[in-house]
């Protein structure tokens, strides 16, 4: 059997934060290597795929991109949960989107109710820091990544979605993470399985 196709692993990645702020433009400069000037709001949910190359492993990233809005949360917990990894997003040249990051963490952890919440990976990119050559930002950098410290050293990256900038270095950083909570997943899940394993072999009756 080809090494590629044995050890072939698919990751859920979820991307969130505030309508507008540039998800759906950074996935799409990051799966197809473009960019639409023209601002349309996502409805509900959508995903894009991905392949790529990680050491010996071929990493299928799906990609969920949810809407920003409020009368869509109530989606959440069935798009959330089994995710590997969560990307959230803010403009940096709005602070308020900066400042609903908590909520949208908080949520996430709530919807998705990972095994550990303490040590469930997630990724900050601030984007459209190609605007105004800088000179519109509200958010600076440092603030960002003392957000990122507080909350156990998230991975923070500063992109542009139009300049493709940083794009692939934070998709490439997310499956990583996401490759290293889905292995400790699967350890997890290996040991519930032994477990039972064990308990059959010895005949233990359930009933």
């Not at 949960?81 to 949520?107: P, T």
């Not at 109710?113 to 519109?136: E, H, M, Q």
């Not at 400790?184 to 290996?190: C, L």
């Amino acid at each position: 059997m080809d090494i590629s196709m044995k050890r072939r692993t698919l990751l859920k990645v979820i991307v969130l934060g505030d309508s507008g702020v540039g998800k759906t433009s950074l996935m799409n400069q990051y799966v197809y290597k473009k960019f639409n000037r023209q601002y349309k709001a996502t409805i509900g949910a959508d995903f894009v795929t991905k392949e790529l190359q990680i050491d010996d492993k071929l990493v299928t990233l799906q990609i969920w991109d949810t809407a920003g809005q409020e009368r869509f949360h109530s989606l959440g917990a069935a798009f959330y949960r089994g995710s590997d990894c969560c990307v959230l997003v803010y403009d940096v040249n709005v602070n308020k989107s900066f400042e609903a990051l908590q909520n949208w963490h908080e949520e996430f952890l709530k919807q998705a109710d990972p095994t550990d919440p303490a040590a469930f990976p997630f990724i900050l990119l601030g984007n459209k820091i190609d605007i105004d050559g800088g000179n519109s930002r509200e958010v600076s950098e440092k603030k960002a990544r003392e957000w990122c410290a507080a909350k156990g050293n998230i991975p923070y990256f500063e992109t542009s979605a139009k300049e493709d900038y940083n794009v692939d270095e934070a998709f490439l950083c997310v499956a990583k993470t996401g490759l290293t909570n889905e292995h400790e997943q699967d350890i997890y899940f290996q040991g519930i399985s032994e477990t039972v394993s064990e308990a059959d072999q010895r005949g233990v009756c359930a009933c």
